[in-house]
């Protein structure tokens, strides 16, 4: 008679996530190091003031002005001639795009003026001011 060996044994298959966490570790590592990078931007020092924050969730396109009249959109410096078609290009693509004008401190205030009225002009009305977000205190009261 022929015996069968019926061998209770099971294959044990383990998962180790040691790996896995060591990449997750190491990609953390890595996205906490750039993004500061990737959101400097150009420097300006901004004026302070009261206002309400933007949502974070809410898409913005951000006019620079620096303290030497450049003006930048989105981080490309543009002149008075080039700022309407390169907003009017990237309102094309974003319809529901706030812009937003970043005067430095020190920047000329005609400038600032000069570009929200050519931006009013060209018919962008949802154009606003920037400001630190650090409120200004009554001296005094």
Do not use: C, W
Not at 111 to 131: C, D, H, S
């Amino acid at each position: 008679m022929i015996h069968k060996r019926h061998h209770n044994s099971k294959i044990k298959a383990e998962v180790s996530l040691t790996p896995l966490i060591d990449i997750m570790t190491s990609l953390l590592a890595i996205f906490m190091i750039t993004a500061p990078l990737l959101t400097s931007g150009i420097q300006l020092n901004l004026p302070k003031g009261d206002g309400q924050s933007i949502d974070s969730n809410e898409k913005t396109l951000d006019i620079g002005i620096d303290d030497k009249g450049q003006i930048f959109v989105a981080e490309q410096q543009v002149t008075m001639d080039t700022l309407i078609k390169k907003v009017s290009a990237i309102v094309a693509e974003n319809p529901q795009i706030q812009m937003m004008i970043s005067g430095d401190k020190d920047a000329h205030y005609g400038t600032v003026i000069e570009v929200m009225a050519a931006l009013r002009q060209a018919g962008f009305t949802q154009v606003g001011l920037k400001t630190d977000a650090q409120p200004v205190l009554n001296k005094g009261k």
